[in-house]
């Protein structure tokens, strides 16, 4: 059974780089893009940031270009994603999924959320002063 495990979240002051974890279980792990993802109440799923299972492709939402870094550790079944200088609006709880069938064999990975599956139950990120 799938399933996957996030971790890390918490009450984070404005500027503040906490750094969120994605640990998998019951998957060959390595065959996998992976995507973070945030939801606030009220406003659909939003896609962060995205990597294939090999790492080579990298994808960021604009809104957290150059603040946000993914990163995996197949060995491990994590991925993880270093948040910096984090600010209100990025108060959520943070997902992470597994691509699709139809994610696999594409060179570029997408953080769209209807191409996932798999969500794990969210860490809440709150960053606040």
């Known amino acids: 059974q799938v399933q996957f495990v996030e971790s890390g979240g918490g009450l984070v002051e404005p500027g503040g780089s906490p750094r969120l974890s994605c640990t998998a279980s019951g998957l060959t792990f390595d065959y996998y893009t992976i995507g973070w993802f945030r939801q606030v109440p009220g406003k659909e799923r939003e896609g962060v940031s995205c990597?294939?299972?090999?790492?080579?492709?990298?994808v960021y939402a604009d809104s957290v270009k150059g603040r946000f870094t993914i990163s995996r550790e197949n060995a491990k079944n994590t991925v993880y994603q270093q948040m910096n200088n984090l600010k209100p609006e990025d108060t959520a709880v943070y997902y992470c999924?597994?691509?699709?069938?139809?994610?696999?064999?594409?060179?570029?990975?997408?953080?769209?959320?209807?191409?996932?599956?798999?969500w794990g139950q969210g860490t809440q990120v709150t960053v606040s002063s």
């Open positions: 990597i294939t299972s090999n790492g080579h492709s990298i």
């Open positions: 999924a597994k691509g699709s069938s139809t994610i696999q064999g594409e060179r570029t990975c997408t953080y769209v959320p209807t191409r996932y599956r798999n």
